[in-house]
């Protein structure tokens, strides 16, 4: 994973000997919450209900209230789309260009289908269709599809260009995935916890893998929904100082805890949930000798979970390589990838519509 517009590297945010309330553990050292005041994290009216016309491109950017809100209409349409089987389509006439730099099974059905489903119109572009900044500069692809389309997915390598067609566009940008952040499938992750659990409050996540995109953006939320967080990175491949920042500051303001260790076995001691992801990301491919060698020790099997409680659940977004998790564990009755990458599609929906039409759920409130 690039460093994009974050460093992995800061003399700010970790020093020894600091009291951090006990929110955050890093060997012999400590997170200074002290240090954690400013413009670090989003600031959000906990009021605000409408989304349209805002831009998603990290859960950041949202508060708890906005989480949930999110996570309800997702419950909402699910529940009137899937189970009760009614055509609810509040999009017609509206059209989308979905911009995949990178390939993806998962994100493109569920984009392409959620927002069809809606009553949208959706346009697959890849890169024999549009070079972003090649042909074309990005400020000015930017301002032809804000012409076209109501709103901008855009699945890209670099989050600065997120950023950019933010700045140079008209219409709402979503983050289909950065280098930086996936903030829908950590919406997915969060949905899928919900329904198995029944709320999220109290519950304690393990993440056992790189410091990727993945956790960053399950970090913007996990925490600000009940959820505890023990994170095991390997060496040299850990969360980005700035991302680790606004975690502490969230779990603060929430009184939940996040503890972090280079140590797979200690993230999952009494842990709930086991979360793991791909160690080598498209791009990455000519780090693949060194990344297998990092991250040896890493790969989750039953060993690890017998030390997490005796109900425990495992994720992955998907795909999945052995080396990352043993058959096992990924295809136990434990494991929740299945409905986990169902629900993309109910996540992306409530996102695409959240942000071009207000939606009032007429399902009751999930509990999280």
Request: aromatic residues 8%.
């Amino acid at each position: 994973m690039a460093a994009g517009t974050f460093s992995r590297l800061t003399s700010a945010v970790l020093q020894s000997g600091c009291k951090a309330s006990g929110v955050l553990g890093l060997g012999n050292k400590r997170v200074c919450v002290a240090a954690m005041h400013g413009n670090i994290a989003g600031q959000s009216d906990p009021k605000q209900t409408s989304f349209i016309g805002k831009h998603f491109l990290t859960l950041r950017d949202f508060n708890k209230h906005d989480i949930e809100q999110l996570l309800w209409t997702a419950v909402d349409l699910k529940e009137r789309i899937k189970m009760g089987g009614e055509i609810y389509q509040p999009l017609v006439g509206k059209a989308a260009a979905l911009i995949f730099e990178k390939r993806s099974t998962r994100t493109r059905m569920s984009s392409e289908t959620g927002f069809a489903a809606l009553g949208g119109h959706p346009s697959f572009l890849t890169q024999n269709d549009i070079h972003l900044g090649v042909n074309e500069s990005l400020r000015d692809t930017a301002r032809v599809l804000s012409g076209f389309v109501d709103l901008i997915f855009a699945r890209v390598y670099r989050h600065e260009d997120l950023i950019t067609l933010t700045e140079e566009g008209s219409v709402p940008i979503v983050n289909g995935l950065s280098e930086i952040y996936h903030p829908l499938q950590s919406l997915a992750d969060m949905l899928t916890l919900q329904e198995h659990y029944g709320s999220l409050s109290g519950l304690t996540l393990a993440w056992v893998g790189d410091g990727n995109n993945i956790i960053h953006s399950i970090m913007m939320a996990a925490p600000r929904l009940g959820i505890n967080l023990k994170l095991a990175t390997p060496k040299g491949y850990e969360i980005f100082p700035e991302v680790m920042a606004d975690t502490v500051k969230f779990a603060k303001e929430a009184n939940t805890e996040v503890f972090v260790t280079n140590d797979p076995m200690e993230a999952c001691h009494n842990a709930d949930i086991v979360v793991t992801d791909t160690w080598i990301s498209m791009g990455q491919e000519e780090e693949k000798v060194e990344r297998l060698k990092a991250f040896k020790g890493y790969q989750v099997t039953k060993k690890m979970t017998d030390v997490m409680v005796k109900d425990w659940t495992f994720l992955h977004c998907l795909p999945r390589k052995p080396e990352e998790v043993d058959d096992e564990v990924f295809y136990s009755k434990n494991s929740l990838v299945w409905p986990e990458a169902e629900n993309r599609k109910w996540t992306v929906m409530a996102v695409l519509l959240s942000l071009l039409k207000d939606h009032t759920p007429s399902t009751p409130k999930p509990s999280f």
